[in-house]
């Protein structure tokens, strides 16, 4: 079993930052992926960023390629995405999302675990 809790959403003006993190607990290890979504309000949740356990290999959304950055420091079982150029249409709960999977993926229902989300809102 597997839990994730993310941290580190808030509000910000429009063109800041924010660095979410998605500390797991339980059974992680090398052959794991793990990713962040977002859902807005009255939205579908969308893929934004995916990265396998060793980093070799990260997807972006193009919504996001160039301002977002996902890392992950496997010593302490955390991954981050790092938010710079932030735009209101940006704002969502953002998840992390971990999964058993041989590549990342920027479908949902790849992954088995999931966060219980972080609020971020940027601000016009």
């Known amino acids: 079993q597997v839990q994730l809790v993310e941290s580190g959403g808030g509000l910000v003006q429009a063109g800041g930052s924010l660095r979410l993190s998605c500390a797991a607990s339980?059974?992680?290890?090398?052959?794991?992926?793990m990713g962040w979504f977002r859902q807005a309000p009255g939205k579908e949740r969308e893929f934004v960023a995916a990265?396998?356990?060793?980093?070799?290999?990260?997807y972006y959304a193009d919504s996001v390629k160039g301002r977002f950055t996902i890392s992950g420091d496997n010593a302490k079982n955390t991954v981050y995405l790092q938010m710079n150029s932030l735009k209101p249409e940006d704002t969502a709960v953002y998840y992390c999302?971990?999964?058993?999977?041989?590549?990342?993926?920027?479908?949902?229902?790849?992954?088995?675990?999931w966060g219980q989300g972080t609020q971020v809102t940027v601000s016009s």
């Open positions: 999302a971990v999964g058993w999977s041989s590549r990342p993926s920027s479908r949902p229902e790849m992954y088995d675990y």
């Open positions: 339980g059974s992680i290890f090398s052959g794991y992926v």
């Open positions: 990265t396998s356990w060793s980093g070799d290999t990260i």
